[in-house]
Structures are given as C-alpha cells and as structure tokens.
C-alpha cells in the first residue's frame, strides 16, 4: 500500500514526488511529454463525440427514411404500419444475402 517512505502517492502526488528527486531538464522533458499526452487524449476525445454525432444524425436520417416507407406500404398495400415494416425487413434480408451470393 505504500512506497518506501511510508506514503501512498496517487496521481499528481506521485509526479511532484519524483519530479522532485529528478535534474531539472529532465523534469521539463517529462512535463512537455504529459502535456503533448494530454492534448492529444483530449484531441482523440474531441474526434470520437463528433463522430458519434455524425453516426447518430445518420441513423436518424436513415430511420425517417424507413418510417415513411413503412408507412406508404401501409397505405398502398393496404395492411398495417407492423405488418409493413415485416414485409419491409423481410426484403431488406432478402437483398443482404443476394449481396453475399458469389457472382
């Protein structure tokens, strides 16, 4: 649980403690190196939400689309909303695996 002075250092704690036993250049050196980690953890981060934002704005697109669709099967067969979309998914699965099929 502790280090050899009886401690327990954790995080920043445990820098500052060794930063301490180390010649100042090399302290600088480690410092700029956590910085450059920081940012580019905190750039990966910023990357990653903005591309759930664009998945998640594609599948509501892509779910309007389907929705409608189900809907004027509906109105066209006429059968109803649940009905249309099992006619709708069924195509859907029939399609997939005629992709699959080697040509």
Same mark, same amino acid.
């Given at each position: 649980?502790?280090?050899?002075?009886?401690?327990?250092?954790?995080?920043?704690?445990?820098?500052?403690?060794?930063?301490? &036993? !180390?010649?100042?250049?090399?302290?600088?050196? /480690?410092?700029? =190196?956590?910085? $450059?980690?920081?940012? @580019?953890?905190?750039?990966?981060?910023?990357?990653?939400? &903005? !591309?759930?934002?664009?998945?998640?704005?594609? /599948?509501?697109? =892509?779910?309007? $689309?389907?929705?409608? @669709?189900?809907?004027?099967?509906?109105?066209?067969?006429?059968?109803?909303?649940?009905?249309?979309?099992?006619?709708?998914?069924?195509?859907?699965?029939?399609?997939?695996? @005629?992709?699959?099929?080697?040509?």
């Amino acid at each position: 649980m502790g280090t050899g002075t009886g401690r327990f250092f954790t995080g920043l704690g445990r820098l500052e403690y060794l930063a301490a &036993s !180390m010649p100042s250049n090399l302290c600088r050196r /480690a410092g700029s =190196t956590l910085q $450059v980690a920081t940012i @580019a953890l905190q750039e990966r981060a910023i990357m990653e939400r &903005s !591309m759930l934002a664009e998945q998640l704005q594609a /599948a509501l697109r =892509t779910r309007v $689309v389907i929705e409608q @669709a189900k809907g004027m099967l509906a109105e066209y067969l006429p059968t109803t909303v649940d009905d249309a979309s099992g006619l709708l998914r069924k195509y859907a699965r029939s399609q997939s695996r @005629a992709d699959r099929r080697p040509r």
